[in-house]
């Protein structure tokens, strides 16, 4: 599938985009949301200057919908090309695009309707998938960092039950990755990144016949009677690789996320920041290497918008 430019119609006309959402959604034919029978012939299309562009009506249920309907382009009242074009351009930047950058090249009225815009595409981007990463004779790493500064700063204390002597890390957000090697990621954020939290994370999504591999961190004490194997390099000693056991594709990852956490988004709340690790998830899932392009990465996002709703409200509600 070739890549698409910014040229193409989809981005700047309102009936090219709608069109490609619904071939993108109705793959079998236009389903109606309503009582979900399938086929082309079993909606009609409403013409006239009373109806909106790309309503139709079901033949079997009588009532009117449209390719938004369940998704989260619901309701909304910016065109679906300007949708279209700020998904791709949100999934073909490698570190993200801030809010204002989107506003402007959309070319929208308020900076609050892009920055809206950019958390329900986030949505969309939502990893559905809970098949457990690795299997056997495969890798995955599994390592944390520590964004930002929480809103509240819990008193936090080291797997010892001492308090952290880096205050830095005290006072700092978790983020938790398990990263296959090779392959996908699953990244989370966590109120606290205790061993009970992280142990909980690593066993829900990494297949027991995996080899682990973690740095000497004592979150992951006892991990080598749950998995395959269990090895880990010690930095704290300047022990980066030792033969094929390290956890470099998972510090990859948090390299390409701190990179555009401060240099594109430069500020984040607590609340929001598990939006943007999903952002950053996702295009990792989506990469080249795996053999996805731009268009293809961001077909995927737009097909992800079906089924979810993200009201403004929701997307203020605080982190927990």
């Given amino acids: 599938m070739a890549n698409a430019t910014l040229s193409d119609p989809i981005f700047h006309d309102v009936d090219a985009a709608r069109a490609h959402f619904e071939k993108l959604r109705w793959p079998e034919g236009r389903t109606c949301p309503h009582c979900g029978v399938v086929g082309d012939d079993a909606s009609t299309l409403l013409k006239g200057k009373s109806h909106r562009p790309g309503l139709y009506k079901c033949k079997a249920c009588d009532l009117p919908f449209t390719a938004t309907i369940g998704t ?3 309701d909304s009242k910016v065109p ?3 949708w279209l074009l700020a998904t791709h351009l949100m999934c073909a930047s490698k570190k993200g695009i801030s809010a204002l950058q989107l506003q402007r ?6 900076y609050r309707t ?3 815009m950019a958390h329900r595409i986030r949505e969309a981007m939502t990893d559905t998938d809970d098949t457990p990463l690795g299997g056997e004779g495969k890798v995955v790493e599994a390592d944390e960092t520590y964004y930002g500064k929480p809103a509240v700063s819990p008193t936090i204390r080291a797997t010892t039950g001492q308090p952290y002597k ?3 890390r005290r006072n700092s957000r978790p983020v938790v990755a398990l990263v296959e090697r090779g392959g996908k990621a699953k990244v989370f954020h966590v109120a606290v ?4 939290t992280v142990s909980a994370i690593v066993m829900a999504n990494v297949d027991p016949a995996s080899r682990l591999h973690t740095d000497e961190s004592r979150l992951y004490v006892g991990a080598a009677d749950v998995f ?5 390099v010690k930095h704290s000693a300047g022990e980066y690789a030792r033969g094929d056991v390290n956890t470099n594709s998972a510090e990859g990852f948090f390299g390409v996320f701190k990179k555009g956490m401060k240099g594109v988004y430069q500020h984040c709340s607590e609340k929001h920041l598990n939006r943007y690790v ?14 996805f392009n731009d268009t293809m990465r961001t077909d995927l996002a737009v097909l992800g918008t079906v089924g979810k709703r993200l009201t403004y409200r929701r997307t203020n509600e605080a982190f927990v």
């Fill in 72 to 74: 989260v382009y619901e």
């Fill in 193 to 196: 990144a205790d061993k009970a």
């Fill in 105 to 110: 090249e959309l070319g929208l009225g308020s």
């Fill in 228 to 232: 395959a194997s269990h090895e880990t």
């Fill in 278 to 291: 999903t952002e950053f998830g996702f295009r990792h899932n989506t990469r080249a290497k795996l053999g």
């Fill in 80 to 82: 679906l090309n300007k």
């Fill in 166 to 168: 880096n205050k830095n």
């Fill in 114 to 116: 892009a920055w809206f």
